[in-house]
């Protein structure tokens, strides 16, 4: 090496010994990157174990609500089976229609009011038939099957949940929907075949026998149990 070489500063890409100074700061670096992540570590460790807790909490919580829920279910049933015995012993015979043609169902409710059966609501749809017949627990329920809201089949279940005592009975669109009726719960039901004063009267018969009238009366012209026939 010459003198003139051994003067000369070393080149941006020439390696250089680090010095102790150097060297500690990146240690202390590494061990602050090292804490940093056991904190984030012990952070999400913790931030999991509140999350199960609330989680249980929420279990918890779910179950004590559900538990209310069924008792203040049983209880309103109760009620309402309390409720429906004063009303059937208060007044007249009472019925709900839900139909959405305003023909078909004046033509039934002008046979039940002839009759002394008090129609206490004409409905077109099948979410305020639930909650009439909740609030009313009438003795008879005419619903037909293609509702808005809710089907035929719905009302017929909810109304045989939360009015047991109700007498429901089906108006249908099509013979093959019988069978979804009565096995929700209709006492009968009947085709768009029979004429409406036919279905007042048998609706008629079904609420003077206080629902036992199907295996009791003689079968009459167009109304028979589930399928009626055309006359």
């Given at each position: 090496m010459t003198h003139s070489d051994a003067h000369q500063p070393d080149g941006p890409d020439q390696w250089r010994p680090r010095g102790e100074v150097d060297l500690a700061q990146s240690q202390i670096e590494a061990i602050d990157r090292w804490n940093r992540a056991r904190r984030a570590a012990e952070q999400s460790a913790e931030l999991l174990a509140r999350t199960r807790e609330a989680r249980l909490d929420?279990?918890?919580?779910?179950?004590?609500?559900?538990?209310?829920?069924?008792a203040m279910i049983a209880r309103t049933q109760e009620h309402l089976r309390d409720s429906a015995r004063v009303l059937r012993g208060a007044s007249a015979r009472r019925a709900v229609v839900v139909h959405r043609n305003e023909w078909f169902k004046d033509k039934v409710c002008a046979v039940l009011e002839e009759h002394g059966i008090d129609v206490v609501m004409r409905l077109d749809n099948g979410a305020?038939?639930?909650?009439?017949c909740i609030a009313e627990q009438p003795d008879l329920l005419l619903v037909e099957d293609s509702l808005p809201m809710l089907s035929g089949v719905q009302v017929v279940r909810k109304v045989r949940t939360w009015s047991p005592r109700t007498i429901s009975a089906a108006h249908v669109g099509h013979d093959e929907r019988i069978a979804a009726l009565l096995e929700a719960g209709a006492r009968t039901a009947w085709t768009r075949r029979v004429p409406p004063a036919d279905v007042g009267l048998a609706l008629v018969r079904l609420i003077e026998a206080d629902g036992e009238?199907?295996?009791q009366l003689p079968e009459q012209p167009n109304v028979r149990r589930g399928r009626p026939v055309r006359s």
């Open positions: 929420l279990d918890r919580l779910l179950d004590v609500t559900r538990r209310e829920h069924e305020d038939a639930v909650g009439t009238v199907q295996d």
